[in-house]
């Protein structure tokens, strides 16, 4: 039998007082992203995401969303908050931290990516050892991408490879700019939020982006041309990710990191990419009447520019001793594979 001293006992009791208390202590975590409260990624990803936190950890983890870049700064300085600790989770474009992540710009290549965020989301998860080095400072949650690029103009129409050359057009990446030098386009890169301006201004001609965004943006009333291949097949896409704080991480109780931890994984790659295929549908089918489907030669042609930009990057990352030749020949490799067994998104 055990015995304790009345003063051995109230210690005791008051080590299990402070341990049941840190384990039960609440916590707040606060994510920051640069497009509005009413974008499909507040929507479908981020609150849904925040919820399951909540109610997985018996409300000890809260979630409180920031949108549109309302704790300041422009959407370029989301990962500097996020590793100097400002805030403890963003979710921002990869193409606005450009050198940040170079082997996860693979997934975001013209002729590697295809038309389907579900099938390059599953190559991402798939091949995540390759990319891993791009996540050392930071907890990487979530790395995805939308459905694909497509072109909308105004007042051009796309019959051949040469009708680009010389547009205005949008990218927001550093391979859509190479992509935009090898079609002899130029590049104007706009904020997202102000596109619709841009194209009513007469500040460009075109820009590469996701149908799933288009009402969001107001773009029905501008775009009068809609272009991707006949097979659905897009002009690259844009890679998206869910970062957290690694000492926010590690600095949560065992169990709190292990709510986070089941949350995500290929479960969540998986319905992430389906859900953006998702959202694609209805815009597609809204935009149909404008939407110019190349035809397989002309596509050929552009996926002939699209190759220069491929081997510019393969050589880029040879010079950072990163072996690309492998990232994109895997990266193909099982976007190939999942593509076919996912149906077409019209």
Same mark, same amino acid.
């Given at each position: 039998?055990?015995?304790?001293?009345?003063?051995?006992?109230?210690?005791?009791?008051?080590?299990?007082?402070?341990?049941?208390?840190?384990?039960?202590?609440?916590?707040?975590?606060?994510?920051?992203?640069?497009?509005?409260?009413?974008?499909?990624?507040?929507?479908?990803?981020?609150?849904?995401?925040?919820?399951?936190?909540?109610?997985?950890?018996?409300?000890?983890?809260?979630?409180?969303?920031?949108?549109?870049?309302?704790?300041?700064?422009?959407?370029?300085?989301?990962?500097?908050?996020?590793?100097?600790?400002?805030?403890?989770?963003?979710?921002?474009?990869?193409?606005?931290?450009?050198?940040?992540?170079?082997?996860?710009?693979?997934?975001?290549?013209?002729?590697?990516?295809?038309?389907?965020?579900?099938?390059?989301?599953?190559?991402?998860?798939?091949?995540?050892?390759?990319?891993?080095?791009?996540?050392?400072?930071?907890?990487?949650?979530?790395?995805?991408?939308?459905?694909?690029?497509?072109?909308?103009?105004?007042?051009?129409?796309?019959?051949?490879?040469?009708?680009?050359?010389?547009?205005?057009?949008?990218?927001?990446?550093?391979?859509?700019?190479?992509?935009?030098?090898?079609?002899?386009?130029?590049?104007?890169?706009?904020? =997202?939020?102000?596109?619709? /301006?841009?194209? $009513?201004?007469?500040?460009? &001609? *075109?820009?590469? @982006?996701?149908? +799933?965004?288009?009402?969001?943006?107001?773009?029905?009333?501008?775009?009068?041309?809609?272009?991707?291949?006949?097979?659905?097949?897009?002009?690259?896409?844009?890679?998206?990710?869910?970062?957290?704080?690694?000492?926010?991480?590690?600095?949560?109780?065992?169990?709190?990191?292990?709510?986070?931890?089941?949350?995500?994984?290929?479960?969540?790659?998986?319905?992430?990419?389906?859900?953006?295929?998702?959202?694609?549908?209805?815009?597609?089918?809204?935009?149909?009447?404008?939407?110019?489907?190349?035809?397989?030669?002309?596509?050929?042609?552009?996926?002939?520019?699209?190759?220069?930009? =491929?081997?510019?990057?393969? /050589?880029?990352? $040879?010079?950072?001793?990163? &072996? *690309?030749?492998? @990232?994109?020949? +895997?990266?193909?490799?099982?976007?190939?594979?999942?593509?076919?067994?996912?149906?077409?998104?019209?």
């Amino acid at each position: 039998m055990f015995t304790h001293t009345p003063i051995g006992l109230a210690v005791l009791l008051l080590s299990l007082f402070m341990l049941n208390s840190a384990q039960a202590e609440n916590h707040t975590l606060r994510l920051h992203h640069f497009l509005g409260p009413n974008s499909p990624a507040q929507a479908v990803l981020l609150e849904p995401f925040a919820q399951r936190l909540r109610d997985e950890s018996n409300g000890q983890l809260d979630v409180s969303i920031h949108p549109g870049m309302s704790l300041g700064g422009v959407p370029g300085d989301l990962y500097q908050q996020l590793v100097d600790g400002e805030v403890d989770m963003i979710w921002t474009l990869a193409g606005y931290h450009p050198g940040q992540f170079p082997r996860t710009e693979v997934f975001e290549l013209p002729s590697v990516h295809f038309r389907s965020a579900n099938a390059t989301n599953r190559a991402i998860y798939a091949n995540f050892d390759l990319i891993e080095a791009d996540y050392a400072d930071v907890k990487p949650l979530l790395v995805h991408v939308h459905g694909g690029n497509a072109l909308h103009l105004k007042n051009h129409s796309i019959q051949s490879a040469a009708d680009v050359r010389n547009l205005r057009i949008h990218t927001p990446s550093r391979t859509g700019s190479w992509l935009m030098e090898a079609w002899g386009s130029r590049e104007t890169t706009v904020p =997202v939020l102000q596109i619709r /301006d841009a194209f $009513a201004n007469d500040q460009i &001609d *075109g820009a590469l @982006l996701p149908l +799933e965004i288009f009402t969001a943006l107001g773009l029905e009333s501008q775009v009068t041309e809609t272009v991707q291949g006949s097979d659905g097949s897009r002009f690259g896409t844009a890679v998206f990710l869910l970062l957290m704080n690694k000492d926010r991480y590690e600095s949560l109780p065992a169990n709190l990191r292990q709510v986070i931890d089941d949350q995500i994984g290929q479960d969540l790659y998986r319905s992430m990419g389906q859900a953006w295929d998702d959202l694609e549908a209805p815009m597609f089918r809204a935009q149909r009447d404008r939407v110019n489907r190349l035809d397989v030669d002309i596509i050929y042609d552009f996926e002939a520019l699209s190759e220069q930009v =491929v081997r510019r990057w393969i /050589d880029d990352m $040879a010079r950072q001793g990163v &072996d *690309g030749e492998t @990232l994109v020949h +895997e990266a193909r490799r099982y976007i190939a594979r999942y593509s076919r067994i996912i149906t077409t998104l019209e």
